[in-house]
Structures are given as structure tokens and as C-alpha cells.
């Protein structure tokens, strides 16, 4: 892995440096490309495909049918009883392609959180997970394989970027989720996807037009998508400005994630290289224009460093940003990673800079971690290859108690975090 300074102005990909302020971005090697699936196709382009084999165009309709909405996978052919058995493995072959080879497979939390390694046809590799609360079922997925952002204290970030995933390998993690949770694989029993985050591997917005793609999918309903509400995906960024103000003329009303961690560029410089780029104004300026266009309050995300940037002073200048602003803060005790010898910010610690913010009138939450005794939690995932050890670090554990203390009663948000009132 060598660190580079990008090249590229589009949106879509890893984004550019001006002369003279270079962008420390970190890439590795370049896979290929993923095999083309429903996924990736318009419902013109499937139909074209299904004709192209000698079948009537909706044979597509309903492959994609038994996709969507049926969850079944191309290796179960015989649950498609409405296909005639001599014409289903030409259409599973050119519409549900293998995309991605589970690897590995962990749970933890009683079952209720579940992380698989996976590993894509050409050999590059990405994990997701799925958690399971009392009142829904979010899946967090992975957009790229690694990411090229280069953030010090999060595991993909040193592990590099190999290369941004398609649409359908995007969707694949989602259908994936879905389909363990109708089949009851999780602890719990049967239940029902209703929460996507954009949190897992990569840079969403560095891969913009697979994840656009995916997130219409991801919403539109059978035989086109899963059919799931807008209002139950987040999609999370570093602060790629264009794309974000890109992202609120799609008319999607997805929730924005602004990943901040500091509220100086000095410091925001070190934790989150990008800012080097687009600065703190620029990204919060470009947020408020998405709160505004969408009506969707912004989610800013803050990973509490234990010396680092969880002082009451950066609490305050955290809160200045973002008074009278259609935003909420997200704190997220940083989790353990192999690369950084950083650690979470000690509970008396969390506990002043969460007083600081409430006193200033943020509402502002604590992520009820899930997933680190198997490196599952935010910040965690860098798919290790098949036999090496996982980390299974157990941090003081400090969450439930820490929401008592501090008073919440109850509210929650998407995945999992407790509000503070």
C-alpha cells in the first residue's frame, strides 16, 4: 500500500487535490469487473436480455420477481416453479450471476448481530452485517472494496482501496440480509429488513453512481426492487462536497451522514485527509443545503478519541456549528482497530462532552455498539482474509450504563443509537 495524491474530479470516483493540497489517499491493487445481474440492468435492459436468450420479455419480470420479492437465491432454481424447467438455468445464468462467495460467517450479541466476510468473483473482499433490534432490522453494507479516504483510526481506511463495487454487488448485500431474515438464520425469529446503512467499507459518494443506482433499486418496488421507504437508508461520507450536493437533487430523501470527528480543519486534517480538500465550512455548508432541499435532518458523526478530540472545548466549538441547524450528533466511542493505537475516550470524558452539547441544545445520541467482539462495529471491518485470527478485543464496556447515567429515555435512531434528551 503507498499513499498517492488523486488525480480525478468526478464524483463518482476517488476525488481530486488542487495544486498544491494533496489529498492522502491510500490505493492498492485494482480488481476487475463484476459480472452483469438484474441488479445492475433497468427493467428495459432485463427484458432485452431475456429476449436475446429466445424467451418473452417477461420472463424477466419474473426472475427479478423471485429476486426481489420472493428472496430467492439462483441456486435455489426449483422454488421458480413459474419458469419452465428447461429455460431457468439460461436466465439464472444471464440475469443472477454469482457475485459474491460468503468467506465467513460470525455472530455475536446473543445472534442478534451477524458479520460476513465475502469475497467477490474476480477475488477482492468486503464484509456486512446485519443487527437485529427489538423493533426493526438494519443491514450496514459495504459500497467499495476498502476505501482510498485514508482515515488513521479506521481499519479500512489502512487497509487501502482495491475498487469500487457494482450496483448489483451493492443490492446483493441487502437481498442477502433480507433473505436471512424472512428465513429466521438470525435470533429472533422471522422478521422483516427495514433500515440499509451506507456505513460499511468504502466512500459511498467516491462510487456515486453505483450507490444512486442501488438506492433506487433498494426503494423501488417488485419486480424493479426490494421496496424498501427512502426514509430507512442512510448513506454516510466523509465530505465529498459536489457529490453531496449531487445527492440532494436525486430526490431521495435518504439520511445524509456526515462523518466529522473534529470541528477544526487543523485537527480534522489528521483524522479525516479529505478535509485537506473540502474543509469543515464547505462540508457543513453542503449539508445544511441537503437538510434544506430534502427536509431530512443531518446526522453528524463523531468518533470519540480518548486525548484527541473530545475535550469540553471542541465540544463547544462543535455545538457553534451547529446551533439552530436541522442536525443531530452521533457520537460513536471509537472501537479498536489492529493499525491504531488509539482508544475510546474514558466514560467521564464522554459523559462531559455529551453534558456540553445538551447544554447547548444538540440533540445528540451514543451509538449502542454492536459487533466488536467480532470486529463487526463501526470503524472495524476490513475483511481479514479466511485463517487469520479476529480481533476480539472487549473494550470496558461502558454503553448501557452510559445511556442511563446520562438520562436517555428511550428514542432511537435507525441503527441503534439511544437519544439523548
Known sequence: MTATTAES??????????????????????????????????????????????????RADQVARHYYARLIAAD???????????????????????????VRTLSCDDGLTRKTAWRTVDGASLESVIMRYPDRATVCVSSQAGCGMGCPFCATGQGGLTRNLSTAEIVEQVVHAARVLRRRELAGGETRLSNVVFMGMGEPLAN????IAALRRLTAHPPDGLGL??????????????????????????????????????????????????????????AW?????????VSVEYALIDGVNDDVGRADAL?????????????????????????????????????RLRDRGIVTTVRDTRGREIAAACGQLAAEPAGKPERRDRPEQVGSDRLVEFGAVGSTTPDGDRVLR
Open 208 to 211: 456515486y453512481a453505483a450507490v
Open 76 to 102: 435455489e432454481p426449483e422454488a421458480m416453479t413459474d419458469l419452465p424447467e428447461r429455460d431457468r438455468q439460461p436466465l439464472l445464468d444471464a440475469l443472477l450471476p454469482r457475485l459474491l462467495v460468503p
Open 289 to 297: 443545503e441537503y437538510a434544506e432541499m430534502t427536509g431530512r435532518r
Open 319 to 355: 455545538a457553534d456549528l451547529l446551533v439552530g441547524r436541522l442536525a443531530h450528533v452521533n457520537l460513536i466511542p471509537l472501537n479498536p482497530t489492529g493499525g491504531s493505537s488509539w482508544r475510546a475516550s474514558a466514560p467521564a470524558g464522554q459523559r462531559a462532552f455529551v453534558r
Open 9 to 58: 474530479g468526478r464524483p463518482d470516483q476517488p476525488p481530486t487535490a488542487e495544486a498544491g493540497r494533496p489529498v492522502r489517499l491510500t490505493l492498492t491493487r485494482r480488481a476487475g469487473r463484476a459480472p452483469r445481474h438484474l441488479a445492475d440492468l433497468t427493467q428495459q435492459e432485463r427484458r432485452d436480455v431475456a429476449v436475446s436468450l429466445g424467451q418473452p420479455a417477461f
Open 229 to 286: 421507504s427512502a426514509r430507512g437508508l442512510t448513506v454516510s461520507t466523509v465530505g465529498l462536497v459536489p457529490a453531496i450536493r449531487r445527492l440532494a437533487g436525486e430526490g431521495l430523501p435518504v439520511t445524509l451522514a456526515v462523518s466529522l470527528h473534529a470541528p477544526d480543519d487543523v485537527l480534522r486534517n489528521e483524522l479525516v485527509p479529505i478535509n485537506t480538500r473540502w474543509p469543515v465550512v464547505e462540508v457543513l455548508a453542503a
